[in-house]
């Protein structure tokens, strides 16, 4: 089951992964730390069901992947 784009998993479906954000990349981009030695890169996810994310290095995030590219994701939420 996906959302209307077809890319990525409906919110608690295969596909959310926890991680800790290890570095920011340009553009708003984050590499991710999953598995303790996989590295994805993922985007803060927005909308207006959202609100804001304030990222820095060493956050435990929520992070879903996408079906086609699982080396690419959006970070959901913060894990507190």
Known sequence: MTTG???WPV????GRVEGI???QAPSGL???EIDGT???L???ASGADRN???LIVGDRVAVELTKRDRTRGRIVGKIV
């Not at 919110?11 to 295969?14: F, H, I, L, N, T």
């Open 5 to 7: 784009d077809g890319k």
């Open 11 to 14: 919110a608690g479906r295969e």
């Open 21 to 23: 954000v290890v570095a």
């Open 30 to 32: 984050y590499q991710v």
């Open 38 to 40: 996989r590295r994805i």
């Open 42 to 44: 993922a985007h803060a």
């Open 52 to 54: 804001f994310l304030r």
